[in-house]
């Protein structure tokens, strides 16, 4: 029997998921290779670049290596970036994989051909820029470990040049006086100095879209202004650092229940954090944002955090997509063009019947991860593939170390249950163990918290460099 070639695209919480499971399951035999495709070499829970994003988590002890999960449960990893389909020759290619500064002359990998015999898309979601002027070019998206970053490094800098600006001599008032005769001036020439402007905050930081991402990220970022304190940073957190959001709908959380989005937008005003709702950007600068409304807000560093939309490549492979470039899928989750291909998560377009379309969320993409090692199973075996039902189980928003809010749902508690505070904390950190425990299983799992619990009282709080 000929090698079945199953070729996942995207290593990001569903795609590594499912190329995880199956590899367990069928490993490196002789009738199924499982490989994944992403063009970086490590995975990060997307969900946590926002505290990436604000110094409270090191990259380091959660990235994960792609070709070391691949060596420990038996799959294929191939570097490099989708770039174009055949269908017909059942191939994908990827582009080249350009060597680093330090790496010598040359490409590490050229550009190449990969066949498949099934192929899954799962390579999430960009930023939607809604081709508003300055927005890609003057705001940071928080789509990668490399963004996070670059936002930690310029807020660090913005924090210490405020904390220069504050401390340098103040000039002395204006004083407007006659001067003497003498040879340094004219006689009856005015002599006055300039004051520096004062009653603005020293650092000011811009979220736009007020999503799960921008609020969390608006709230670890206040966390991250005290710490700084702690550290020595001569700045008051709430009076000299301002974090103000910018939504355009009339509440923040849209897609959340109307009463975890009054919690949260009551706990971010206790944070000192200013809610500019009903109103979408009309213009980005480099050190300010004009709104639709007219109000121009200086901006020391923009984040945007207003929606999202499928990688452009998605539209060039001949398959269907809809308005935001996501493919359209059966409720097997196969293509609507090509039944060899399928597709889950943010990349993809599903129905949820009564309720619209399968939401962009890390609960989605691991139920259909868990719904693809069956639905290939079945494909293998020749069977009828089953369909798949999305089950919402609630939502939860985290406001850092001050608390965390959000609904529950499903069979267990008969509906809806509102939480917050400490068990609603509890229960979103558990949203990311239940990830590790997907990958590394529950005995790694429970190892790696144990870890991850001693090595901060060695490291300090924010990453400080």
């Known amino acids: 029997m000929s090698v079945h070639r199953i070729v996942v695209v995207g290593g990001g919480a569903g795609g590594l998921e499912l190329v995880t499971r199956l590899g367990d399951k069928y490993g490196r035999g002789k009738d199924v290779q499982v490989t994944l495709v992403d063009r970086s070499l490590s995975h990060i829970w997307k969900p946590l670049l926002h505290e990436v994003a604000a ?133 009856g020439a005015v002599l006055a100095t300039a004051p520096r402007v004062e009653g603005r905050p020293k650092v000011n930081l811009v979220i736009v879209g007020a999503g799960a991402t921008g609020v969390e990220l608006s709230a670890e970022l206040r966390n991250t202004a005290e710490v700084l304190r702690s550290y020595g940073l001569k700045l008051d957190p709430r009076k000299d650092v301002r ?54 807000l200086p901006a020391d560093i923009t984040v945007w955090s207003a929606g ?19 493919i359209e899928v059966l409720p097997t989750l196969q293509s609507q063009s090509d039944p060899d291909i399928f597709a889950f998560g943010d990349c993809a377009s599903c129905e949820w019947p009564s309720h619209g379309f399968v939401p962009p969320r890390a609960q989605a993409a691991h139920q259909q991860a868990s719904f693809l090692v069956k639905a290939i199973d079945a494909r293998l075996k020749g069977k009828s593939l089953p369909t798949f039902t999305y089950r919402d189980f609630g939502s939860l928003v985290s406001l850092g170390k001050f608390s965390a809010v959000g609904n529950l749902m499903g069979g267990l508690i008969g509906g809806s249950m509102f939480i917050e505070g400490l068990f609603a904390r509890v229960m979103y950190t558990s949203l990311y163990r239940m990830h590790v425990a997907a990958l590394h299983g529950v005995w790694r799992m429970m190892l790696d918290t144990v870890a991850n619990r001693l090595r901060r009282s060695t490291v300090p709080r924010v990453k400080l460099h």
């Open 55 to 187: 110094g409270v988590m090191d990259t380091a002890t959660h990235q994960l290596s792609y070709v070391a999960q691949a060596s420990w449960h038996r799959f294929e990893f191939a570097s490099g970036e989708m770039i174009g389909l055949d269908r017909a020759n059942r191939t994908i290619r990827l582009a080249a994989v350009p060597a680093a500064a330090d790496e010598g002359e040359g490409d590490l990998l050229p550009e190449r051909t990969l066949a498949y015999d099934t192929l899954v898309l799962a390579i999430g979601s960009t930023t939607n820029f809604f081709g508003v002027a300055g927005a890609q070019e003057n705001t940071i998206a928080l789509d990668t470990v490399e963004q996070a970053e670059r936002f930690r490094r310029r807020l660090m800098a913005a924090c210490v040049r405020a904390q220069n600006e504050a401390e340098a001599p103040l000039p002395s008032a204006p004083v407007a006086s006659v001067a003497p005769d003498s040879h340094d001036a004219p006689p």
């Open 243 to 296: 974090i103000t959001i910018i939504e355009s709908s009339p509440r923040i959380l849209k897609a959340l229940p109307e009463r975890v989005s009054g919690a949260v937008a009551g706990l971010l005003g206790k944070l000192d954090v200013d809610i500019l709702c009903g109103d979408s950007v009309a213009e980005v600068r480099k050190n300010e944002v004009t709104t639709t409304a007219g109000r121009v």
């Open 308 to 326: 999202i939309t499928a990688p452009p490549v998605l539209g060039t492979l001949g398959l269907a997509v809809n308005r935001l470039n996501q």
